[in-house]
């Protein structure tokens, strides 16, 4: 993955502009390659264009400059196909664009204005199950339903029966009765959600026919729904899908990206590396039980931290030596992190701070940088309006329609926080600003300093393109001194290129000497 596409201007401004007095920092990457802060959107619950209380695709295109002056360079398009629910995870028709979220020109309008901006677009991908009103579902139920006793169904005659798995034996409780025939199906999500038969070429041929489409609509890669269950526990089967899928999309577009959404152990989400596609969530690092949480709540010393992340990168590797882990923290199947951490703030920015220090390519889900909040375990909850303005301003959504009533946003709203210095959002965009600025945090290989790293503070060197930096991680609530001499690293020329601290001091490197401050992570370079 390490080819680029083209090397950008940056940087001139980028160095002084990270700082807290940060309001015109640059935006652009100095390298455009799939290493891309990638920022999850929900169409519905994010920007309305038109008045109608939901959000659609030319909000989104009004609210790019939002995107990027926060620093991130990609987007993710949750489910933009027409579908029977809010969230559109049920497909009807792949190939087009939900009345509710607008037309394919305005689809398109949205790819150009992004790329001007130099912002690639993802799209969901979601291929384990279209809807049960998808045509080629109600064909094949129909076809099933019109034959005559005794008589088997024919794929000659209509290939859906082997687009779906049909059985006359009820398998499990996710398989569904047919009314009026003797057939089930599995629909392991749910009743409206038929399980495609990823083993039948046509349908596959068909999913590639769909993949080139968005491809020639100028999509830059793809977040694939679910392939954990493509085949039930057939990792072997499911790797080879996405294989297949992928060797399809690079023949169209060589620098194509792809993400897989693989929950599960971490030992699974190694295997699936196999598959030689680029990215696997990096659900370990994630959710309240993960790596990034853990540690900020101090469950997990920055020690464990820097030697889990080293682990995990050294088996990625391993596994796929063109790897671009994709971590984040919650997304929107995951109650928010403001919950998680109890609406803490200092404990939001420490989590910001760790993940936006990891290599690959980090995922932000839309309001996390403000530290709005879920509600509960109901998913609606987790997919509110994003709160631009605690007024009655333009552009805001009224969410999902079962999302509980009543619920608040605690922290402040968007329009407050980007012109606070001290905010939230002022400290990711910080973090986003130094990793734009070097390359090297998110496609370096990270080495831990033995002789610097204890308990709460660690440090690490990350090598890329010849340079090196180091990072030092400081979890506890306390500054402390960092002494560089009493390492054998050779320390000469460093200067602090980069602090990301949730009490907002910056930290200071005088003889050898780096003065951190609590909850942070310092960035020295040369
Ligand atoms: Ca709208």
Redesign the pocket.
Known sequence: MKKFVSVLLVIALCMAGCGRDSSSASVYAAVEDNYRNYYEIFVYSFY?????????LK?VEEKLDYVADLGCNGIWLMPVCPSTTYHKYDVTDYMSIDP?YGTMQDFESLIKAAHDKHINIIVDMVINHSSSKHPWFIEATDYLRGLNVGEEPDSAICPYVDYYHFSKEKKDNTWYQIDGTEYYYEGSFWSEMPDLNLSDQRLMNEIKDIMSFWMDKGVDGFRMDAPLHYEETDTKFNTSVLNELYEHCKTVNPDIYMVSEVWASEQSIEEYYDSNTPSMFDFTFAQAEGDIIKTTRGNEKAERFVSRMVEYEDGRSKRNPTYINAPFITNHDMPRVSNVLNGKTDKMKMSAALLLSMTGSPFIYYGEELGMSSSGTKDENKRLPMYWSDKDAAGMCKGPVDADEGITQKCEPADIQCEDETSLYNLYKRALCIRNANPAIARGKSVILDELTRDNIAVISRTWDEKTIYIIYNTSKEGVEVGLKDATEDFSGLSVIGTVSAYGTESALNEGIVNVPGYSVTYLGR
Do not use: A, Q
């Not at 309305?48 to 659609?56: A, M």
């Open positions: 309305d264009s038109d008045g109608d209380g939901i959000g659609d909000g509710e």
